[in-house]
């Protein structure tokens, strides 16, 4: 091909100079691509692993699951058992299901006082009109009417809690709660009365282990009692005690199983003395609770079951029941300022022999 001024044109037989300058001239240009494509396709020593590295990304080589295998077994295998939580005390068991199946009615009017006077000791007062229950052996309830002023003291410590109360009616009450250690706890309680026989006290030594709880009662009439409490799994604990009463020759065994979560409290406790006795709570919310008890006595052959609910507002607690012997009760305590409360208690008895309705 031979350029010319005015165009181009092609001739089959070019001029031998002109073929020796373009060859020339075509090794060079083809030494220039060369050298240009060396440059610009010049890899770095660790570029194919890095291109490896994204093409195929590193793999971990994981176990296929056992056959059977589900998420709550792997979950039980982690379980230490070697560093279980420790249980509540035995004779608490059923606290959660008490709290909403037996508040503390009362009939009549009642006024209650706290005043503090530090940040450990207090003082309280109290003012009660209403009929009380006398025992008698006929099953008909005895009442008579009564108005009794109550004194009270209180010195709360983190390791001492000491509570004492007077009556009119010449009654002395006194509790004691003391931390004698990091594990051993001991408790009291004591009335006196100028009636016979119902002056009493008791002292209760609490040890508290990693996993476990037992417990040692004293009392006066040559009472002696024991229980131990222990946790076999996270959430289940099982336990048993013995008592031996020897003013009345009686002596008695029980055994209870707890089975607790964040949402549920399942107990069931079984006695010699002939006691059967199941509840069951639900925790609705952090507020809310809702609970159920069924109490079976296999040797009076008496049978009773219950549902109540716990209601926790801003600045009042409503508690109620209703149960089987139909006795329907609620129980409302509003804190109207600090130390000062008050409380509405209602119970309504319907049966076929009488109606009874206690406010």
């Known amino acids: ?27 060079e240009i083809t030494l220039l691509l060369l050298l240009l494509f060396n440059s610009v396709t010049r890899i770095p020593s660790n570029f194919q692993s890095e291109m490896a590295t994204l093409i195929n990304p590193p793999t971990t080589a994981t ?23 420790c249980p509540i005390p035995y004779e608490e068991i059923h606290r959660e299901a008490l709290m909403s199946l037996k508040p503390e009615l009362f009939e009549g009017m009642r006024f209650d006082f ?53 009556l009119t009616d010449g009654r002395v009450n006194a509790r004691l709660k003391c931390d004698l250690s990091e ?53 289940l604990s099982l336990g048993g ?14 055994y209870a199983a707890r089975y ?7 107990t069931g406790q079984v006695a010699s003395t002939g006691m059967v006795a199941l509840s069951y709570v639900q925790k609705i919310s952090e507020k809310v609770s809702l609970a159920s ?17 716990d209601y926790i507002l ?15 009760a609620a129980l409302l305590e509003e804190r109207l300022n600090m130390g000062l409360n008050f409380i509405l208690s209602a119970e309504v008895r319907i049966n076929s022999l009488k109606d009874t309705v206690l406010f």
């Open 293 to 309: 008890d069924f109490m079976y006595n296999y040797m009076s052959r008496d049978v009773t079951a219950s549902f109540g609910y």
């Open 63 to 85: 176990a296929p699951p056992a056959a059977g295998s589900s998420p709550a077994a792997a979950e039980a295998q982690k379980v230490d058992y070697m560093n279980l939580p």
């Open 183 to 235: 594990n051993l706890t001991m408790k009291g309680n004591a009335q006196l009365t100028h009636e016979p026989h119902m002056s009493h006290g008791m002292v209760n030594f609490d040890y508290k282990g990693s996993d476990y709880r037992t417990q040692f009662q004293l009392g006066n009439g040559a009472l002696f009692g024991a229980s131990y409490i222990q946790s076999v799994s996270p959430h």
């Open 241 to 254: 005690e013995v008592f031996w009463a020897g003013q009345h020759r009686k002596s008695g065994i029980g």
């Open 114 to 166: 706290t005043k503090g006077l530090n940040q450990k000791f207090s003082l309280s007062h109290s003012v009660m009109m209403g009929p009380t229950e006398i025992p008698s052996q006929s099953s008909e309830t005895i009442k008579i009417p009564t108005a009794h002023y109550e004194f009270g003291a209180n010195f709360i410590d983190p390791k001492l809690m000491l509570f004492g109360r007077v």
């Open 1 to 27: 091909m031979v350029f010319g001024a005015k165009g181009f044109s092609f001739s089959t037989h070019p001029h031998p100079l002109y073929c020796y300058a373009a060859a020339q001239e075509e090794e």
């Open 260 to 266: 607790n979560t964040d949402k549920m409290v399942a």
């Open 314 to 328: 801003r600045q009042c607690r409503l508690r109620g029941k209703i149960d089987s012997n139909g006795c329907v």
